[in-house]
């Protein structure tokens, strides 16, 4: 552990407009003052104080010159420096620790995964902080730290706690606290579909929509919202829970009994009990069904249109711009495209079914530690 007196710099204090001022430049790149002052609606003198702070600070740049053909004078843009400061990220599964250290972009780094030596949470915070310390050794200003996991993220009495992490048979653990007591950098704990949907919401297919779904499908289903452009918790952590909800047909059993659920037929898991093989089979499952076997097709058609089932939901409840399909379980998406708007046109109400937006990012099991990185990037900013 490191006194107080052997802090290294950190983030600095920032003001609203200062931050508001670096937000929209994170999020949607160059800017000329001209523009920055219009879309923070402040006079240009606020707003060129406000960038000469950030430039004061090392975190924005001044550069390339912008010619406008309506205006006469051309003018500066104003940039982030990506590279001022850094973020480690976590993701933790219930055997496994990976983390990556990203910039001020959320430009991956460095990567590093280790098996998780226990997974008591005091065992687990004195290996993120040892590292964290290792992996943020020497980089240009170490910000802050973000984890994520499966499970419910929530403040009770004011402590952080992580509910119902199954993986790691956790309840009410104070992980935040637990890491934050180790290290001297302020840190993040999210549910790792929020973290997902924050990463992508500030820096990938989600960038500009205000209202947002994003649903990451793997061994589980999650969903992460975002409403009035920020990422949307619940009152209890509990939000994007949408996997028991009753379709027809009959497939895996779920761990709460039901056999017609979202679970029994959306995940990988279920996927491979539909098509008569073991859990393990997933990419075997997915190359016969490529190949037009019809009892795996049949397996990713009964997934596609539980999904689309899950999405009208959500989009007659929140009504998103847009909505993001990732994780490592897709498949199903392109294997059986009609089968999904079966299951949309089934549910939607008063939507046409043509109006929702589905865009399918591309997955890397790093986004889950980079989001987690950026979650912590917006707790500062
Ligand atoms: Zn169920």
């Not at 500066?76 to 933790?92: C, N, T």
């Not at 009035?228 to 761990?255: F, I, L, Y």
């Not at 859990?279 to 076997?293: I, K, N, P, S």
Request: glycine share 10%; net charge negative.
């Amino acid at each position: 552990m490191t006194s107080a007196s052997e802090r290294r710099p950190g983030w600095p204090a920032m003001y609203d407009g200062q931050r508001r001022v670096l937000r929209d430049l994170i999020v949607h790149g160059d800017r000329s003052r001209v523009e920055l002052a219009r879309r923070m609606d402040v006079s240009r003198a606020s707003l060129s104080r406000i960038t000469r702070e950030l430039i004061d600070l090392g975190l924005v740049a001044e550069g390339a010159i912008q010619y406008s053909a309506t205006r006469g004078r051309p003018s500066e843009l104003v940039h982030v420096r990506a590279g001022a400061a850094s973020f480690a990220g976590f993701k933790l599964t219930g055997t496994d620790l990976y983390a990556v250290v990203t910039d001020l972009s959320a430009t991956v780094i460095a990567e590093y995964e280790e098996p998780l030596a226990s997974t008591e949470p005091e065992a687990v915070a004195d290996q993120i902080a040892a590292v964290a310390g290792r992996i943020l050794d020497g980089v240009p200003l170490a910000a802050a730290i973000g984890v994520c996991l499966a499970g419910d993220v929530f403040e009770r009495d004011g402590v952080q706690l992580v509910e119902r992490s199954s993986f790691l048979g956790w309840s009410s653990t104070p992980l935040r606290d637990l890491v934050e007591s180790r290290v001297d950098l302020p840190v993040t704990v999210s549910n790792d579909v929020v973290s997902l949907t924050a990463g992508h919401h500030w820096f990938g297919a989600g960038v500009g929509a205000e209202t947002l779904v994003v649903y990451g499908l793997g061994a589980g289903i999650g969903a992460g919202v975002v409403v009035h452009d920020e990422v949307h918790t619940g009152a209890h952590g509990r939000s994007g829970h949408v996997g028991h909800s009753r379709v027809e047909g009959e497939g895996r059993p779920c761990a709460l009994g039901h056999v017609d659920c979202i679970h029994s037929f959306v995940t990988m898991g279920s996927i491979c009990f539909n098509a008569g093989v073991d859990d393990t089979e997933y990419d075997a499952v997915l190359a016969r069904a490529r190949a037009g076997e019809p009892t795996a097709l049949a397996a990713f058609a009964l997934a596609a249109e539980a999904l689309g089932v899950v999405i009208a939901d959500a989009v007659n409840t929140i009504d998103p711009e847009k909505v993001l399909i990732t994780g490592e379980g897709v498949d199903m998406v392109g294997l059986a495209p009609e089968r999904l708007r079966q299951g949309l046109r089934a549910e939607l109400e008063q939507v046409d079914l043509d109006s929702v937006v589905i865009e399918l990012p591309g997955f890397s099991f790093s986004d889950y530690a980079r989001g987690a990185a950026v979650s912590a990037m917006r707790e500062l900013i």
